[in-house]
């Protein structure tokens, strides 16, 4: 499926959601005091769902600019799930990530020698403007893949028009 198509339909069901909700079911504490269903966080850039707490179901984040999706996901208990995908202020995608799971055997040595364990790996895909595959492969980061995170295992590079040109190991 053409991912602008995906992201159209993404967007509508999430905004019919929204617009289905009353105040009073937004932004709800639980019995617990805890988050509970549909929170509109963050001047509204931010759309996420909650379970007893935990962000569980689907995320969305919005350019404060001019309210065009920045990413869009799922959590599960509090943990990235399935397949994200991040696009730029026009609304062109990035890059997706997929197979997020704790780090529990990759490394990688900083500058000063140090050897580290980062708390995150995922894959991920990164494209061109054009909609063509950029560079696919694992990385590793600690908080978020978008700020800082380091490629590991094998890697494979392409041009504009989507022929491989690379397969790099790091």
């Known amino acids: 499926m053409n991912i602008k198509i995906l992201t159209y339909i993404i967007f509508c069901l999430l905004s019919i959601s929204a617009m289905g909700q009353t105040n009073n079911n937004i932004n709800q504490l639980n019995d617990k005091g805890k988050k509970e269903g549909l929170w509109i966080e963050n001047n509204g850039t931010i759309m996420a769902y909650y379970k007893n707490g935990k ?34 202020e026009e609304g062109i995608l990035l890059f997706t990530e997929t197979n997020i799971e704790k780090n529990t055997k ?63 190991e790091h």
Do not use: C
Request: charge should be negative.
């Open 55 to 88: 962000k569980d179901g689907v995320y969305i984040s919005y350019y404060r600019k001019n309210g065009r999706v920045q990413a869009f996901g799922e959590y599960k208990q509090d943990l990235l799930s399935g397949t994200w995908y991040f696009f730029n």
């Open 106 to 168: 990759y490394t990688i040595m900083r500058d000063d020698g140090v050897e580290i364990t980062p708390l995150f790996t995922s894959y991920v895909i990164d494209y061109y403007p054009n909609g063509y595959i950029k560079a696919e492969g694992r990385v590793l980061y600690d908080e978020d893949v978008q700020i800082h995170s380091f490629e590991t295992g094998t890697w494979k590079y392409y041009n504009k028009q989507g022929e491989l040109v690379q397969t790099k």
